[in-house]
């Protein structure tokens, strides 16, 4: 991956969990204080966990004041447009899952990057997307998405990390990233949509 495509993905996946976090804080009546702080942690929250993984400190958003100042401009902008914004649970949703594929992705990226084994890369991809919105919903005092049983949500970064992998082999690298996020987006809007669950002993 060139490093302005990986920075370019970055960066949306960065707009991307900032609005996701700002709103479910915006849900639960917090002050601007405190929609930026869990817009913040649910952007960096992923990356942070995987940097500190594989050994990568200072971690990605200490090395770049430029990531700090994208999630305060974000955050920002996710607030004056609240009084616009009929439905907060869609935003968040759509946001939330656009978020999930690109980080996944990023996460992914890191590791293969690292050298590490395409399994461990998975992991970290999945760490990636789901960890900024386990520490956005303990920070509202939700049950984060990942362990409720009516999400599908750890699962379609795995499904997408898994296709990933392996289209890498047989197409253009830009083109089995994108259709890769688009895979993990579409699993995820699709579970929701029609209630997919995963079983239970």
């Known amino acids: 991956m060139a490093l302005n495509e990986e920075v370019v993905i970055e960066l949306l ?24 702080v869990i817009g913040f ?8 966990l995987r940097d500190v993984l594989i050994g990568y400190t200072p971690v990605t958003w200490m090395r770049n ?11 920002l ?3 004056f447009f609240k009084k616009y914004i ?18 996944t992705i990023v996460g992914m990226q890191k590791g293969l990057d690292a050298g590490l084994n395409p399994v461990v890369c998975i992991m970290l991809g999945t760490i990636t997307g789901c960890f ?9 005092n939700n049950i984060p998405m ?10 379609a970064c795995i499904i997408g990390g898994i296709f990933y992998l392996g ?19 579409g699993v995820r809007i699709l579970a929701v949509v029609y209630a997919w669950k995963l079983p239970v002993r």
């Open 13 to 36: 996946g960065t707009v991307a969990f900032t609005i996701s976090g700002a709103f479910s804080a915006m849900q639960k009546r917090l002050d601007v204080f405190g929609v930026l």
């Open 41 to 48: 942690v649910t952007a960096i929250g992923g990356g942070t």
């Open 65 to 75: 004041i430029n990531d700090a100042l994208i999630i305060l401009g974000t955050g």
């Open 77 to 79: 902008i996710a607030i």
């Open 86 to 103: 009929k439905n907060f649970k869609t935003t968040l949703f759509l946001f939330d899952a656009l978020g999930l594929g690109l980080f």
């Open 132 to 140: 900024g919105g386990v520490l956005r919903d303990v920070l509202l």
């Open 146 to 155: 990942i362990f409720r049983r009516k999400e599908i949500y750890a699962t």
């Open 167 to 185: 289209s890498m082999q047989f197409l253009d690298a830009n083109i089995a990233r994108l259709v890769a996020i688009v895979c993990i987006c």
